[in-house]
Structure formats: structure tokens, C-alpha cells
């Protein structure tokens, strides 16, 4: 009898673990949530992945799609929490903060979390919540079983995953957070005690400070919790596998709910995040020192202010500025030294237009490449007046814009800057729907790919939209394998936007398509946009002018969506795991927002 017995739990156990290595490779978690972000109806009950019955020990309320891991007929399945961070990640961030940020290792299905204004109400439940969360989680198991984790009304994301960062508000300067703790755990809210029954606690909390949770469960682990502005841009999180990207940088550069850059997490919560109080916040962006960068303009197409340049802690490093001319806000690009390749703009009076459908006498702006100091100080440039014929020019060259209350006309709009090796750059311009490659000792033209065909147009192979396929085109990066990657807006086509990567072959003087990534649920998009590969092969994209950020697999299948509530970010910059931890963004926002 106990033969058999262990011979049963044997199979059991190794059924388990067949199903959660499937579930692991397919994307699929073992046991489904129902529709509506809800696990069954509420009554113990669930759906497995066949469709069967179970109960479960899980109580678990309809607005919160993860209750925990649950524990079906058979016993507890507790899946093993692993951290998405190196081990040399983990030691460093160790040494400021003992927790580091985690991630989820299975995914979250039909799950949404809101970073935004929180409802003016008592309790703390932030836009996207239908009332205050109290999760009874419930010991499934048998006496002796771990813990489990407290639940915690008000913040987002909701206990239970592995996210060790959340947001809440705090109207008033003070945060009202319930907690029920179960027994057996034990919880310290910013510094209190909590024994096991339901809490409400005050925190006295202003935006940008935070508070702790910590609890013993599986593991200690500590969560920080962070006061959101009441300004501050919101969006749902939508996340359907595990992502590649660890941070996100972003910005709602229209409309203005509050100007901010942001960095936040794989889970959508803002962990980071500065107010700008010159202008828009546009192309916000982790420079290669782990300093953050910006522009702050007052426009949307044009800009007069610098590029803003701050540390993770807030302390200003002296703006980016350009040489005496207008400052372009598209594009801040970093070099060894202290120095900075920027996109510029040159006004140019009684410029003839007639050729491309524009006045015989046109006040015009023109797109230049500066490499400056910190101070402003120019050390080189490039003009595309020296290097671009007018019949290169697209519609949107002809196209009247207002600058300063005068009408202009902006011949090239220059948007993107990268490096491609020792001597040359690519950059990208959305009013010649092309990109060039530049050599800057002698400020050449190598090649051309997309626009009016010339002697220095490459042969494109492979697109289906023939051999001028980008249209209003931005975010040009040069990959470690030499492929060329951008965002193809199809703006005036009036066509989808894709992500695509091309192979060039300098001595054939060819550009061979070989990624074009789509997102049926961007099916437009008129300015703007990002197009980032990741090592592992997922593409972050931001789609132009559109409220969509998203992680895609190469096949175009969401992993993880950001959706700004009526807003959209000029870009989305992802930050893969390795380059920057929790526990300095956490020690960045504690310095600009202490707790006296």
C-alpha cells in the first residue's frame, strides 16, 4: 500500500512538472483565468486548461486576475518564483537594497494594471480599479504549508506575482492602505508590525517618496510601494508572456497630462520618473552613463529649448544645447568624452519650392547633424543642404508648418542619429522617407536606402512594397550583426506601420528584408514611433503617435502593451536586463524625494 501510494505521488509529481515545463515553453499557464480578468466565479471553483472543474483554495475577487498560485483536487502547486536578474545584477543591486526588482516567470493572462491619477475617493484605488481589492488568500494546503502572501488594497500591480515595485496615491499627503495578512506571515508596513487580521493603515506620503512592505512568505521579501503624482500620465499594462525588456523609458509627449520622463518596469509600473516644467518631454532616454536625457520643448515639431541631462538622483548636468541655432528635440545621441551628436535645424531665407510643389520664395528650415560639448561647443557638422538635391524631397518637404508664428517649411526633418562603427552614422529623415549612411571624415554619403532613387540608392530585395518602401520613416539603429532596423510609419500611404530589419551588402549595394513586424491593433500612425530588436529576438516598439507601446515576438504576438490613456510617447526606449537595477532607480527617486 505505501508503495503504490508513493508510486502515485510520483506520477503526480512528475505530471506537475511535465505541465509546468509545457506551460513554460508554450506561453500557456496551467490554469486559465476566465474572461473579464476573473478566476472562475468567485466560489473556489476554476477552469483547468481542459476546461474541468476544480476547487481551489483561493478566494479570489473579480477585479484581481492573480490571486496567487492556486492549489487544485491533488494538493498545492507553489511554482518556484525566480528572479529575471543575473546573478552579477543581483550581487550589485543587493549591495544598496537586500530586495531587487523580480519578474514574473509565467505568464499573466488577460491581466491589466493602471499607472495613473488615482479616484478622489477614500480609499486609495488607482483609475482602472473598480472598488478596493481585499483577496482572502486562504492556506490550501496541509498544516505545515508556507505562508501566504498579505493582500493589499490600493496598489498596483497587486500582490501575489513577483513584482517588487507598485505605485498607489496618496490625496492629501497621505496614503490609506487595508491590509489582511493570514496567518502564519509576517508583515512590516513602512516599519509597523502587522499580525494576522485586517489593517488600515495611514502613511503619511507625498508624491515620489515610498514606503516598504515587507513580509515572510515562500521567501522574505520586500515590496516598495511609491506615491504617484496626481498628474501623472496614465495607462493599463497588458502583459500575455514573459517579456524580454526589463525597463521601459517613456514619455506622453501629447497632450500634456504632466510633462515627465519615465522609466518603468516589465510589469508597467513607473519606478522612476522626473516632471519637466519647460515643456513637452520628448526622445527621454538612459544615456550609456545611466544618466537620463531629455528634450523640453515648448512645441511639437520644432524645438528652441535644449536637451535636458540629469542624473538617476535628479542632479542637473548642464543642458545639451546646440551651437547659436534652433535645437531639434528628435534625437540626442552620446559619445565617448562628454560629447553629443544632435539634430539641428538652420532657418534659410528665399529658398525656391516651385520644384516640389511649394512658393518660389519660401522661408525654409533646414536639417544639420551637430557634434557638441557639454558646454554647446560645436567640433563638427553636417549639413544636408551640401548633400541632398531638392528632388530628393518628398510632399512633406512642401508642406507649411508655423514656427514662431511664421510659416516655414521643414525640408528634411531629420529624426534619428546612430553609429555605425568608428567613422560613419545612419540617420533617418521622414521628409526624404529614406535613410542614409554617412561617413563623417569626409561627410559622404556610403549609401541610401528608400526615397528618390540616386547614384548612392541601394537595390532593395525582398519588400514586398518595392524599391522605395518607407514612408515618413523614423528610429534608424544599426544591430551588432550590421542589419539595419526602422520604424516604417506608412504615413502619407495611408498604410499600417511596421517594424523592419535589413541586411546590407555594401559591394553588391544591396538591402535585403529579412524582419517586417505589424500590430493589427496599430493601424495607423502619422508621426513619431520607435523600432527597437532585442538580443532575444522580441521587438519593443512605440507606434507613432499612437497611445500603443508594445513587446512583440517576431511573428507580431503581443507580450507585453502599454496603452496610454488618450496620449501617445515619441518613443519607447527598452532597457534589457543587465544595464541598470531596481535598487538604483529606487535610490535615484529617494534622493529627489526623501521622507523627513
Not at 482572502?136 to 502572501?149: E, M, R, S
Request: charge should be positive.
Amino acid at each position: 500500500m505505501q508503495h503504490a501510494a508513493a508510486v502515485g505521488r510520483a506520477e503526480v509529481d512528475r505530471d506537475r512538472l511535465r505541465d509546468r515545463d509545457r506551460a513554460e515553453a508554450t506561453g500557456v499557464e496551467r490554469i486559465d483565468l476566465a474572461a473579464g480578468g476573473r478566476f472562475g466565479d468567485g466560489t473556489g471553483e476554476g477552469l483547468t486548461r481542459s476546461g474541468a472543474r476544480a476547487r481551489v483554495g483561493v478566494v479570489a475577487h473579480a477585479g484581481d486576475p492573480r490571486a496567487g498560485r492556486l492549489c487544485a483536487g491533488l494538493g498545492c502547486e507553489h511554482e518556484q518564483q525566480r528572479d529575471e536578474h543575473s546573478e552579477g545584477e543581483r550581487r550589485a543591486s543587493c549591495a544598496a537594497e537586500r530586495s531587487d526588482h523580480g519578474d514574473d516567470t509565467t505568464p499573466e493572462r488577460r491581466s491589466s494594471a493602471t499607472a495613473g491619477r488615482a479616484l478622489r475617493s477614500g480609499a486609495v484605488v488607482l483609475r482602472g480599479a473598480i472598488a478596493p481589492v481585499l483577496l482572502g488568500l486562504l492556506l490550501c494546503c496541509a498544516p505545515g504549508a508556507i505562508a501566504a502572501a498579505p493582500a493589499v488594497t490600493g496598489i498596483r500591480p497587486a500582490l501575489g506575482g513577483t513584482a517588487l515595485d507598485h505605485t498607489l496615491a496618496c490625496p492629501g499627503g497621505v496614503a490609506t492602505v487595508t491590509a489582511t495578512v493570514p496567518p502564519g506571515s509576517a508583515v512590516r508596513l513602512d516599519g509597523r508590525r502587522l499580525g494576522p487580521g485586517t489593517h488600515t493603515v495611514r502613511v503619511p506620503l507625498r508624491p515620489g517618496q515610498r514606503f516598504t512592505l515587507r513580509f515572510s512568505g515562500r521567501r522574505e521579501r520586500t515590496h516598495s510601494v511609491r506615491c504617484l503624482p496626481a498628474d501623472f500620465p496614465a495607462w493599463t499594462t497588458t502583459r500575455t508572456a514573459k517579456p524580454q525588456v526589463q525597463w521601459l523609458v517613456l514619455s506622453q509627449f501629447f497632450p500634456i497630462s504632466g510633462a515627465y520622463a519615465i522609466i518603468a518596469d516589465a510589469h508597467g509600473t513607473p519606478v522612476w520618473w522626473y516632471r519637466e516644467t519647460r515643456g513637452r518631454v520628448m526622445d527621454a532616454k538612459v544615456l550609456p552613463d545611466r544618466t537620463v536625457a531629455w528634450s523640453a520643448s515648448p512645441l511639437v515639431a520644432f524645438g528652441f529649448g535644449p536637451h535636458a541631462h540629469r542624473t538617476l538622483g535628479g542632479r542637473q548636468l548642464g543642458d545639451i544645447r546646440t551651437a547659436g541655432i534652433i535645437a531639434d528635440p528628435h534625437e540626442t545621441l552620446q559619445l565617448p568624452g562628454d560629447r553629443y551628436l544632435i539634430t539641428v535645424y538652420r532657418p534659410r531665407d528665399h529658398v525656391d519650392l516651385r520644384a516640389i510643389g511649394g512658393p518660389a520664395d519660401a522661408r525654409a528650415l533646414e536639417g544639420e547633424i551637430h557634434e557638441v560639448t557639454a558646454s554647446g561647443r560645436l567640433l563638427w557638422s553636417w549639413r544636408t543642404r551640401s548633400h541632398i538635391t531638392m528632388s530628393e524631397r518628398s510632399a512633406l518637404s512642401s508642406r507649411p508648418t508655423l514656427l514662431d508664428g511664421h510659416t516655414v517649411y521643414d525640408l528634411d526633418h531629420l529624426n534619428s542619429i546612430e553609429l555605425d562603427g568608428p567613422d560613419h552614422i545612419v540617420v533617418s529623415a521622414r521628409h526624404l522617407n529614406a535613410l542614409y549612411r554617412i561617413r563623417r571624415s569626409t561627410g559622404t554619403i556610403d549609401w541610401k536606402l528608400g526615397g528618390a532613387p540616386t547614384a548612392r540608392s541601394l537595390r532593395v530585395v525582398g519588400d514586398r512594397l518595392g524599391a522605395a518602401p518607407l514612408d515618413s520613416a523614423h528610429d534608424a539603429r544599426v544591430l551588432a550583426d550590421g542589419t539595419v532596423t526602422v520604424h516604417d510609419n506608412g504615413t502619407m500611404l495611408g498604410r499600417p506601420p511596421r517594424a523592419v530589419r535589413y541586411r546590407i551588402d555594401r559591394a553588391r549595394r544591396t538591402a535585403t528584408l529579412i524582419e517586417d513586424v505589424q500590430d493589427s491593433r496599430a493601424p495607423r500612425s502619422i508621426a513619431g514611433g520607435s523600432a527597437r530588436r532585442l538580443r532575444g529576438g522580441h521587438w519593443v516598439m512605440s507606434w507613432g503617435a499612437s497611445p500603443l507601446i508594445t513587446e512583440l515576438t517576431p511573428d507580431g504576438s503581443p507580450v507585453l502593451t502599454l496603452t496610454l490613456a488618450g496620449g501617445t510617447s515619441y518613443r519607447a526606449q527598452p532597457l534589457e536586463p543587465g544595464f541598470l537595477s531596481a535598487a538604483e532607480l529606487r535610490a535615484g527617486m529617494d534622493r529627489m524625494h526623501p521622507r523627513r
